[in-house]
C-alpha cells in the first residue's frame, strides 16, 4: 500500500465504515470484556489492538481498569522477574485472558504449535508450543485467534497436542478456550460438550463458505448473525487513540491500518459519486 | 582472540544454555562456538530459540535441542531448525516456556525436582519419558501433577550491557540470565563495556546484578548481540535476520552466508 | 489517619505475611494493626521474625506463628514470643528459612508444592503435618524428598524506600519482598516518599521495581521500619531495641513501654 | 575494658602472646582452609574473623581465592536476590562451609536451636531453627560453634532436633558437621561411629575439665594435644590487615580484641619486669 494514502496521525479520524481487520479488533475487544489483565505477543498486533480498545471502552464506561502486558516489549511490559513472570502471573490467577494461535486447530479445541506429520520428524515443522501448554490451563478466558480459515488450519484431529482443549476430570484446570476467531468467523468453544459454536459469520461470508473451510464439525443455527462492526463512536475511538497507541509499539502494522481505512474512505466517496 | 579461547570451554557434548532472543544473545559468540567449541552439543534454549540456535545447528555442532520453540520472530521460522526436524538430523525435547524455566529453577535450588500445573494430557508430556506424573500427595487422590527435572547445563553463554572489574555482570531485569547462571557448571558472558565502578556499590545497580560468585569469564564485544538487540543498547535489525532468514531456506545459502560472514568478522 | 485504613483491611484469623528485619519491616503499621486490624492472626515471618512480631504477640493480636525464627537480633530473645510459647497461649508452626521461601514460592508458582532437601529426620518436620514426604520419583527407590505447600498469605505488609504515582514499588535487590506480594492476595506497601518519575523508566530502576500489579495500597510513612534499618536509607537503632527488649521482659514493662510509643505517636 | 588500653588501628601490630579468642580465630581459619565460599551469619563476629584470617592466609600463600559472605550486612554480602539466595547457593553446591551454634548440642552431632523442654511449650524457648535444617545437609564443611562449653549446652541428647548430626542411608546429604569448637576444646565429628572425637584441648584447660563439663561421651587420647596458638606471622596479619577488615563490620568486637590484646602485652611487660 503506498503510503500516500495514509492518513497523517493528528489527522481527525476517518468516518468511512469499518474494514474487515476493524471488526475484528472490535470482536476481539468484545471477548475481553470485563477483564482485568490480558497478555499479548509480542508479534500480535490484532489482539494487541483488541486490547486496547477494551481498554480504551473500559476507561470511557468508567469500567475497573484494564491493564495490557505486551510480551518481549522493553516499554509495554511491566514484568520485572524475567520471563518466567508472565507465567508465574498466570498460575496466580492473575492474568485473564490470552491469545493462541496454532498451525492446527481441532473441533476439540485442541492446539498444534509443533509441526504437521508423525511427530517428531515433522513434515512441516513449526515453531513450537511456547507456554501453550501451561498458559491453556491456567487462563480462564484464552481465545484462539487465527486469521486463516481453512481445512489446513481448522482440521478435525491435530496431528500434535501442544495443549488440549478440555481435560478429563480431576485434572487442574482453570483456564482454556473460550472462543475462536478467525478472519471468516467467531465460534464460542463449549467445554461441555466439547466442541465449537458458530456465533457469527463476519460481513461478506456465509455459512456453507465458512463449512466449506472449516475441517471439523461444529454447532450452528441455520440462518447465524453477522458478527457486528464497531458503531461510529468506538471506530473514532479505534481510529483516534488506538491507533495512536498501536503505532508505539507496532508502526508497520498501525501504517497498514491507516491505509486500509484510507482505501475505504477513498472507495466510499468513489461509491457515492457514481450513485 | 578471546572469544576463541572462551569458545573452546565448551567440550563436545556439552549441555549449552542460550537465552531467549530479546534477553541477551552472545551472537559473538556463535562463529567462535562454531569454529573452535566442541561438536554433539546438548542445546537448552531458554526458553526458546532463535538466530543462534539455527546457525548452531546450520553448522552441524547440534545433537540434540530441548526448547519450547525455535523461531526467527518477526523473520519467520528458523530454516536449519525445521530442515534439520524433517531430515532427523537432530533430536528433540519438545518442551513448554515454564517446564524449562521449572527445570532451570530445580538446578538452582538444588531440588531434585519442580512441580508444575499444566501439562496434563499434552503431546508435549506424552514424548519426555525424563519427566514425571505423580498423583498430588497434599490431594485426596486423582489430580496429576508433572514434576520437572533439574536442568543443569554445562555452560550457559549470554550477552549483557556492562560487567565491573571484580566479575559481577549487569542484567537489569532479564533474570532468567540470572537463573542460568545459578543453573550452570560454567557461565561465559561477553559484554559491551567494562566499568570501573563496582555494580555492587549501589542499590540502584546491585538490584539488577549478577554476582561475579556465578560467572566464570567476561569478555567484551561491542554490539555483541547483533542482529539482535540489546536492551537499554540497540535495537535488533530486523532486516538482517529476514536476509539471513531468506539465505538459509537452502543448505547452500546458508553456508554462503556463513561464508560472507566469517569475511566480514576477518 | 491512612495507616488505620490500612489496617483495617486486615481481617480477623487473616494470614498475615511480614518481612525479615533487615529487609524493610513496615514498623509504622505496627500500632495502626494493634489498635485497627483483626485478631486471632495467622503469622508468617518471611523467614524469620522480630521486633513487630513480638509486639503483635505481645498485644494479643497473634493465634499462630509460622516461622524459621523469632529474636531481636543483637537485642537477644523476642520476650513476648518467648513468654507466649512457655504459656502456651500462640500455636507454633515452627519452619526452617528455605521452607518458608518454598512456601511462597509454590504460591508464587501456582504450584501444588515445592519439593526440597534437607528436613529429613529433623522435629522441624516431624511437627509439621501439613507437609508431606515422598520417595524421589526420579530415584530408584527410596530418597525421601519433602514436600512444602503453598503459602498463601491474605495480607503482606513490608515498608520500601519508594513508590511511583504508578504504584510501582522500588525494593532493589530485596527479592523476598516481590515473593510475598506475588504470593499474598493483598498487599500493603508503605514507603518513605513517593517519587513522581516512574519507576519502570529506566532499565536501573526498573530492575529493582515491584510491578503496582501486585502492589494493592501504598501509603507514605517516613522513617517506617524505625527503630529497623531501611537498606541505602537509615540504619537501625540497636538502643531502642534493647530499649524494648529489656522493658518487655515483663507484660507489665511491655503495656508501658507501647502505653509510651502510642503516647509519642498521637 | 577501657578504651585507653585500646592500641590506635594504625600502630604496628602488638607482638604480646595470643589471647584465648585469637587462638580461637585461628583454629577456625585452618578448619576452614581449602575452602572456596565460607557463609557467615552477621551476628557471628570470631566465625567472621576466622573466615577473614582464612582469606588471608590463602592470598598470602598463592591459594585460591576464598570468598566471605557475611548475612545481613549490606557492604559484605554479595547476594542480589534476597534471603533465599543463601540457600539456593547451598543447594547448588557453592557454599564450602559454614557455622552453626545451638543451644543444645549433643554427642551425635544433632543440634537444637529451638528450645529446651518437652515440645512446642519450651520451658526456655530460643529463636528457633533458622536455615539449619536445610543448610546442615548441604554444606560439606559444618563447623559447630558454641563459646560456652558446659554439661547445659552439650547434651546427652538434644530436647529437639533442629538439624541431625547424621542421616540414615538413602537420604540426601552431601553435608553435615566437621568439628566442634568450644572455648575449652576442638572435636572432629566421625559420621561412620557417630561421634566426636577431642582432638586438642586449648591452652590452660584439661582433659578432666572437659570431661566434666560436657554431657556427652567423646573418644580421646589419654594425653590429648594442646591447641596451638598463631605463629608470630600469622598473629601479626590477625593484628593487622585482619582487624582492620573486622573493624569495617564488627567495630564493637574489634575494640574488644584490640583491648584484649593490649591487656596481654601490658601482663607480658609486667610478668617481664617481676623475672
Same mark, same amino acid.
Given at each position: 500500500m503506498s503510503s500516500a494514502l495514509t492518513t497523517p $496521525?493528528?489527522?481527525?479520524? =476517518?468516518?468511512?465504515p469499518a474494514t474487515p481487520r476493524e471488526t475484528l479488533i472490535y470482536t476481539i475487544a468484545g471477548l475481553l470484556r470485563g477483564i482485568r489483565h490480558v497478555a499479548v505477543g509480542a508479534s500480535s498486533p490484532i489482539p494487541a489492538a483488541g486490547a486496547m480498545l477494551c481498554r480504551a471502552l473500559a476507561e470511557r464506561d468508567g469500567d475497573p481498569r484494564v491493564r495490557l502486558s505486551i510480551l518481549g516489549s522493553v516499554q509495554h !511490559? /511491566? /514484568?520485572? !522477574? +524475567? =520471563? @518466567?513472570e508472565l507465567f508465574d502471573c498466570a498460575g496466580q490467577g492473575r492474568i485473564d485472558a490470552f491469545f493462541l494461535g496454532g498451525g492446527q486447530i481441532d473441533g476439540r479445541g485442541n492446539v498444534n504449535l509443533v509441526g504437521a +506429520? %508423525?511427530? $517428531?520428524?515433522? &513434515?512441516v515443522r513449526w515453531p513450537g508450543s511456547f507456554g501453550s501448554a501451561y498458559l491453556y490451563f491456567t487462563v480462564p478466558r484464552v481465545i484462539l485467534f487465527r486469521e486463516e480459515h481453512s481445512p489446513r488450519v481448522l482440521v478435525? &484431529? @491435530?496431528? /500434535?497436542? =501442544?495443549? %488440549?482443549g478440555v481435560s478429563e476430570e +480431576? @485434572?487442574?484446570?482453570t483456564g482454556g478456550p473460550k472462543a475462536l476467531l478467525t478472519s471468516m468467523a467467531l465460534f464460542d468453544f463449549d467445554p461441555g460438550r466439547p466442541g465449537f459454536r458458530l456465533r457469527s459469520i463476519h460481513p461478506g461470508h456465509d455459512l456453507s463458505e465458512v463449512r466449506a473451510a472449516t475441517g471439523f464439525t461444529f454447532q450452528a443455527d441455520d440462518s447465524p448473525a453477522v458478527t457486528p462492526p464497531p458503531d461510529a463512536e468506538t471506530l473514532a475511538l479505534l481510529r483516534g487513540r488506538v491507533l495512536g497507541e498501536l503505532s508505539e509499539t507496532y508502526p508497520a502494522f498501525a501504517d497498514t491500518l491507516r491505509a486500509e481505512t484510507a482505501e475505504a474512505g477513498a472507495l466510499q466517496k468513489e461509491e457515492a459519486l457514481h450513485k | 582472540m578471546e572469544l576463541n579461547r572462551l569458545a *573452546?570451554? @565448551? $567440550?563436545?557434548?556439552a549441555c549449552l544454555a542460550l537465552p531467549v532472543?530479546?534477553?541477551?544473545? =552472545?551472537?559473538?559468540m556463535t562463529l567462535p562456538l562454531i569454529r573452535h567449541g566442541g561438536d554433539d552439543l546438548h542445546l537448552v534454549c531458554v526458553p526458546t530459540g532463535g538466530l543462534q540456535v539455527d546457525m548452531l545447528i546450520g553448522a552441524g555442532k547440534v545433537r540434540l535441542v530441548e526448547t519450547s520453540a525455535v523461531s526467527l520472530g518477526e523473520?519467520?521460522?528458523?530454516p536449519c531448525f525445521n530442515r534439520a526436524v524433517r531430515d532427523g538430523a537432530i533430536d528433540l525435547r519438545d518442551a513448554t516456556c515454564p517446564a524449562i524455566h521449572a527445570g532451570l529453577l530445580a538446578a538452582q535450588k538444588g531440588a531434585p525436582f519442580t512441580a508444575m500445573r499444566g501439562?496434563?494430557?499434552?503431546d508435549v508430556l506424552a514424548n519426555r519419558p525424563d519427566w514425571r506424573v505423580i498423583d498430588n %500427595? /497434599?490431594?485426596?487422590?486423582?489430580?496429576p501433577v508433572a514434576l520437572i527435572p533439574p536442568i543443569v547445563p554445562d555452560v550457559a553463554i549470554f550477552h549483557c550491557p556492562v560487567a565491573d572489574r571484580l566479575g559481577n555482570v549487569w542484567i537489569g531485569r532479564r533474570r532468567e540470565l540470572a537463573a542460568m547462571a545459578y543453573a550452570a557448571k560454567l557461565t561465559i558472558v561477553t559484554v559491551e563495556r567494562i566499568s570501573d565502578?563496582?555494580?555492587? *556499590?549501589?542499590e540502584e545497580m546491585a538490584a539488577g546484578t549478577l554476582p561475579a560468585?556465578?560467572?566464570?569469564e567476561i569478555a567484551v564485544a561491542p554490539k555483541g548481540a547483533r542482529p539482535y538487540g540489546l536492551w537499554g543498547e540497540y535495537g535488533p535489525d530486523t532486516a538482517e535476520l529476514k536476509r539471513y532468514a531468506a539465505a538459509a531456506r537452502s543448505t547452500e545459502g546458508f553456508a554462503d552466508y556463513m561464508t560472507a560472514i566469517v569475511g566480514e568478522m576477518a
Open positions: $496521525p493528528d489527522a481527525p479520524p =476517518s468516518t468511512a !511490559n /511491566f /514484568f520485572t !522477574n +524475567g =520471563s @518466567v +506429520g %508423525p511427530y $517428531p520428524q515433522s &513434515k478435525d &484431529k @491435530v496431528d /500434535f497436542i =501442544s495443549a %488440549p +480431576g @485434572v487442574y484446570r | *573452546e570451554l @565448551v $567440550p563436545t557434548g532472543d530479546y534477553a541477551g544473545v =552472545s551472537m559473538a523473520a519467520g521460522g528458523a501439562l496434563i494430557g499434552t %500427595p /497434599f490431594g485426596t487422590g486423582g489430580d565502578r563496582p555494580l555492587l *556499590e549501589t560468585l556465578y560467572v566464570d
